[in-house]
């Protein structure tokens, strides 16, 4: 077995004479505080803001940034001096109307969470923003950045000669408490297949090389938030589902999500075979969630089988422990954030468009309403 280290992220010391770069934070909840520590692991950067309007988050943003100024709304934060990049961290439903207010306000370099959007709607006024939006859009695509996904998605071709079949395997903990309980409604997230899959489908875009043209899915809610009720409402939000996916060269990807597989020993399985042979990648879950009693948590592998000569090579990705200590995510909100920093201090493209965050929620919009009707949906 052989070693693949994901540790030379080296937490830098600031010793340059140029200014550090600014970040303001819109939505301090989870994944808000975690850019937050994220962020901190730069060379030569800061939160200096934040907006949130609940006050116990905004708290324990403010622990995290005491420097930061911290407020209650978008409005307050765009009304203060010396940021210079943005990071929309709210709640799905309120990145488009974030967005269009930043843009007729204060055009940033803007970092949003994923989906990008939740409701057809938005479409075109996302298209609308995208055409006069003069700073950097990155759609925060972690997955991407999970080592081993990145060191999959680096061999995949050469390992398997071309992908032509593609699975990717979610078992893992049920959607986390989030503040107001937004998250148990569809309403609010997109659905299950837009808020958690979109992910799963830009990772298939981005391996397959190619644009989806067909979609087949199976999904709903058997398990999970089924006792419990908000103002007499229950929720709807999916928790497992099959989706199929066929792709204009060909190809063909599938995904498994089981929300409800907590003792799972890794979250996501990756595979992609072709005419040459086998790749695969294997993710553990936050280590927040190991079984203390279980001991060490397991490490994330990639195993590469190749038809001949037969004979799978395993290889460990060991991830830095502060990384997997400041996130949910396997150390892939710091390389993201590095990546981020870098397109903004040298003027680069974003690695994750707008398009390609849109295509990810057009994705799994249709998987959404074709598990609810049955049909199958031509993209």
Same mark, same amino acid.
């Given at each position: 077995?052989?070693?693949?280290?994901?540790?030379?992220?080296?937490?830098?010391?600031?010793?340059?004479?140029?200014?550090?770069?600014?970040?303001?934070?819109?939505?301090?909840?989870?994944?808000?505080?975690?850019?937050?520590?994220?962020?901190?692991?730069?060379?030569?950067?800061?939160?200096?803001?934040?907006?949130?309007?609940?006050?116990?988050?905004?708290?324990?943003?403010?622990?995290?940034?005491?420097?930061?100024?911290?407020?209650?709304?978008?409005?307050?934060?765009?009304?203060?001096?010396?940021?210079?990049?943005?990071?929309?961290?709210?709640?799905?439903? %309120? #990145?488009?109307? $974030?967005?269009? &207010?930043? =843009?007729? /306000?204060?055009?940033?370099?803007?970092? @949003?969470?994923?989906?990008?959007?939740?409701?057809? %709607? #938005?479409?075109? $006024?996302?298209? &609308?923003? =995208?055409? /006069?939006?003069?700073?950097?859009?990155? @759609?925060?695509?972690?997955?991407?950045?999970?080592?081993?996904?990145?060191?999959?998605?680096?061999?995949?071709?050469?390992?398997?000669?071309?992908?032509?079949?593609?699975?990717?395997?979610?078992?893992?903990?049920?959607?986390?408490?989030?503040?107001?309980?937004?998250?148990?409604?569809?309403?609010?997230?997109?659905?299950?297949?837009?808020?958690?899959?979109?992910?799963?489908?830009?990772?298939?875009?981005?391996?397959?090389?190619?644009?989806?043209?067909?979609?087949?899915?199976?999904?709903?809610?058997?398990?999970?938030?089924?006792?419990?009720?908000?103002?007499?409402?229950?929720?709807?939000?999916?928790?497992?589902?099959?989706?199929?996916?066929?792709?204009?060269?060909?190809?063909?990807?599938?995904?498994?999500?089981?929300?409800?597989?907590?003792?799972?020993?890794?979250?996501?399985?990756?595979?992609?075979?072709?005419?040459?042979?086998?790749?695969?990648?294997?993710?553990?879950?936050?280590?927040?969630?190991?079984?203390?009693?279980?001991?060490?948590?397991?490490?994330?592998?990639?195993?590469?089988?190749?038809?001949?000569?037969?004979?799978?090579?395993?290889?460990?990705?060991?991830?830095?422990?502060?990384?997997?200590?400041?996130?949910?995510?396997?150390?892939?909100?710091?390389?993201?954030?590095?990546?981020?920093?870098?397109?903004?201090?040298?003027?680069?493209?974003?690695?994750?468009?707008?398009?390609?965050?849109?295509?990810?929620?057009?994705?799994?919009?249709?998987?959404?309403?074709?598990?609810?009707?049955?049909?199958?949906?031509?993209?």
């Amino acid at each position: 077995m052989t070693q693949e280290p994901f540790s030379d992220h080296a937490f830098h010391p600031n010793l340059s004479d140029e200014p550090p770069t600014r970040y303001g934070i819109i939505g301090t909840g989870m994944m808000g505080q975690e850019h937050i520590r994220n962020i901190a692991f730069l060379d030569n950067a800061e939160v200096v803001a934040l907006a949130e309007p609940d006050e116990g988050m905004r708290k324990e943003a403010s622990f995290l940034a005491p420097d930061a100024t911290a407020v209650d709304s978008l409005d307050a934060l765009l009304h203060l001096d010396g940021i210079d990049a943005l990071v929309i961290a709210s709640p799905n439903h %309120l #990145h488009v109307g $974030q967005m269009l &207010e930043i =843009a007729g /306000r204060r055009a940033l370099p803007l970092l @949003v969470e994923k989906p990008v959007y939740t409701d057809p %709607l #938005h479409t075109a $006024q996302l298209a &609308e923003f =995208a055409a /006069r939006y003069p700073a950097l859009v990155w @759609v925060a695509m972690e997955y991407r950045y999970m080592p081993p996904i990145a060191s999959f998605l680096s061999r995949v071709h050469e390992e398997t000669g071309g992908i032509r079949m593609l699975s990717i395997k979610e078992h893992r903990f049920p959607f986390l408490g989030k503040v107001g309980d937004w998250n148990r409604f569809a309403r609010n997230t997109g659905g299950t297949m837009v808020e958690k899959c979109c992910h799963f489908f830009d990772l298939m875009r981005l391996a397959m090389q190619s644009e989806p043209v067909r979609v087949m899915a199976s999904a709903g809610q058997a398990v999970n938030h089924l006792d419990e009720a908000y103002d007499g409402e229950v929720p709807d939000i999916w928790d497992h589902g099959y989706v199929i996916v066929d792709f204009e060269n060909g190809a063909r990807g599938m995904l498994e999500l089981c929300m409800f597989a907590d003792g799972s020993r890794y979250q996501e399985e990756i595979c992609a075979v072709g005419s040459k042979g086998k790749i695969e990648a294997f993710v553990p879950g936050p280590t927040r969630f190991w079984p203390a009693q279980l001991g060490v948590p397991p490490v994330a592998k990639v195993i590469v089988s190749p038809r001949d000569p037969k004979g799978p090579m395993e290889l460990d990705i060991p991830v830095d422990e502060d990384l997997l200590e400041a996130g949910d995510h396997n150390g892939a909100t710091f390389y993201q954030h590095q990546l981020f920093l870098e397109a903004i201090r040298q003027g680069r493209q974003p690695a994750v468009s707008l398009a390609d965050g849109a295509m990810a929620v057009q994705m799994g919009m249709a998987a959404q309403e074709l598990a609810r009707t049955g049909q199958a949906v031509e993209i």
